[in-house]
């Protein structure tokens, strides 16, 4: 990096490096990841508790394990962009503002009368 920053933030900008994520996943490529490290105990809200009548469900990462319950033993679970988590209504996850809890509950009711 220090040898050209320019280039090496000019880099980053453009797929599939993106932001700083991807810049310290192409400088230590070798890297332990958690998921491996923790198996089961770290996972993706969308690829595997969201449900198609959940808030944030995305078909292209569900990967069929997923019944909108926190499964046991899990330590973190992942949000991916959106939904932010306290838009979820999940009981699991902290409650940060009266006015996201309800309208969070209100969006999840909606969704499951679909």
Known sequence: FMKNPEKEINAIRTPPYHGDQGFIGRICQDAERWQNILPGRIISYKANIATPKMIGFNPELYDGTGNGKLPDGVSIVCFHGSPRPWNTALPW??????????????????????
Not at 93 to 114: A, D, G, H, M, W
């Open 93 to 114: 996850v902290p409650y940060f503002s009266l006015k996201n809890t309800i309208q969070s509950k209100v969006k999840q009711y909606k969704l499951s009368l679909r």
